[in-house]
Each structure stands twice: as structure tokens, then as C-alpha cells.
């Protein structure tokens, strides 16, 4: 089955506590992108990544790191993380080619920074 | 830059009837792409339609069809038909084609009453 899939779903942390949400999808996808959903604001993108050792900032990357040594897996990762950053986060992939190729989701990461 | 605008924070509806979700947009660019996704209380974003701003009919996917009015910068949803699963989160959002950025709007959640 083509997915995206996000580990861990649900974390709790304290503020400082270094972390990383995993993502990988298995379509052989190009493109992947990080994005933070807060209630009145949308989806808003932290990085995305164009290819393999390929990535750029988004709208709010601050206080995020990405990279990309696979195709398959863009991890997320919080080296000091803040009460500002709990959020609910998804990871995305779509291929490059076809402009109408929609973004394909993951079921999204619930983080509680306190 | 580009914006998407949902001025609509909450939408009520009657099951069997139909419903229109207001989506404007912002950019200019000539060429981009246009997508509504769904987002249930489960939370995971399900994609529904697509259009591209050089498409000359209307998108449509089942009981979802967007009125897409390329002069007024407008891409509503419309959905025929309601019914309870129908009620959720929706995002309109739009794609650029430089960078494939997805802009997001702030989302209308949709209530059907039965």
C-alpha cells in the first residue's frame, strides 16, 4: 500500500529534550515536505526537499533541522524544543513530474512540548 | 507571495443538500495549481480535487466539484449531496510551480446536520 508513515504519532517532552519524527513513504517520491497545522493559521511548511541531499526552507523553519540522505525518509528534528513548537506536524511526498499530483500525507505527529 | 484566504470559519448544512466552501486566492503567478483536502476529527488530509490555472472546465470528483473563477481568483468547493461523513475540516491550498510550495488556507470546518 502506497503510505507516508510518522513515528511516533503522539509524543509528550520537555521543553530542551532533542527529538526526531521519523517519515518515510514508499512511492519512490522526489518531493517531501514538513508541515506544522495550528488552529486559525492552516498548514504552514517547515522544509521541504526536492531530492536526495536536497533541501530548503520553508515558511517557519526556525528551530527545525531536516535532512535527506535517502529518497525514502525526511526526518524532523527539534534539537531544543520549545513550547512553541507543539503543534501538529505532517510529512508529505508527491512526485516532481505533473503538475496536478497532489501531496500525499501522513496521519500526522501530535507533539506537547511542556 | 501567495495567499489563500477561507472566509468561512464554519459552515452548517442539512444532509442530501448542497454546500459551497469559498476559497480565494492570491498570486502572481500564471501557472499554479489549486487543491482542496478534507480533514476529519481523526485528523489525517485526504485529497479531493484538483485544478490547474490553465484548465478550462471546472474539476470535478464525484460529489465535489470546484467553481474555479480564474478573474475573480476564486476556487470554491462545492459538494453535492451532503452527507454526515461529509462533516470535517476542509483546506483549500496552492501550489506553485517554481518550488512546488503548498500555501494553505486557514480551513473551514463543515457541520452536517442530519
Known amino acids: 500500500e502506497a503510505q507516508v508513515t510518522q513515528n511516533p504519532r503522539y509524543l509528550i517532552t520537555v521543553t530542551g529534550k532533542k527529538l526526531t519524527v521519523t517519515c518515510s513513504q514508499n512511492?519512490?517520491?522526489?518531493?517531501m515536505s514538513w508541515y506544522r497545522q495550528d488552529p486559525g493559521l492552516g498548514l504552514r511548511q517547515i522544509y521541504y526537499?526536492?531530492?536526495?541531499?536536497?533541501?530548503d526552507k520553508g515558511d517557519v523553519p526556525e528551530g527545525y533541522k531536516v535532512s535527506r540522505k535517502e529518497k525514502r525518509n525526511f526526518p524532523l528534528i527539534l534539537e531544543s524544543p520549545s513550547p512553541n513548537q507543539t503543534s501538529l506536524y505532517f510529512c508529505?511526498?508527491?512526485?516532481?513530474?505533473?503538475?496536478?499530483?497532489?501531496?500525499?500525507f501522513g496521519d500526522g505527529t501530535r507533539l506537547s512540548i511542556l | 507571495a501567495q495567499k489563500i484566504t477561507q472566509t468561512q470559519p464554519g459552515m452548517f448544512v442539512q444532509e442530501k443538500e448542497a454546500v459551497t466552501l469559498d476559497c480565494t486566492y492570491d498570486t502572481s503567478d500564471q501557472s499554479y495549481g489549486l487543491f482542496w483536502y478534507k480533514q476529519p476529527s481523526s485528523g489525517e488530509m485526504i485529497f479531493l480535487i484538483y485544478?490547474?490555472?490553465?484548465?478550462?472546465q471546472n474539476a470535478t470528483e464525484g460529489r465535489y466539484s470546484l467553481n474555479f473563477q480564474k478573474a475573480r481568483k476564486s476556487a470554491n468547493l462545492v459538494i453535492s449531496a451532503s452527507q454526515l461523513g461529509d462533516s470535517a475540516m476542509y483546506f483549500c491550498a496552492m501550489r506553485d510551480t517554481s518550488y512546488g510550495k503548498l500555501t494553505f488556507g486557514q480551513g473551514t470546518i463543515l457541520t452536517v446536520h442530519p
Open positions: 526537499s526536492m531530492n536526495v541531499e536536497v533541501t
Open positions: 485544478q490547474g490555472s490553465y484548465d478550462e
Open positions: 508529505a511526498s508527491r512526485p516532481l513530474e505533473g503538475g496536478g499530483q497532489p501531496q500525499h
Open positions: 512511492m519512490n517520491h522526489e518531493y
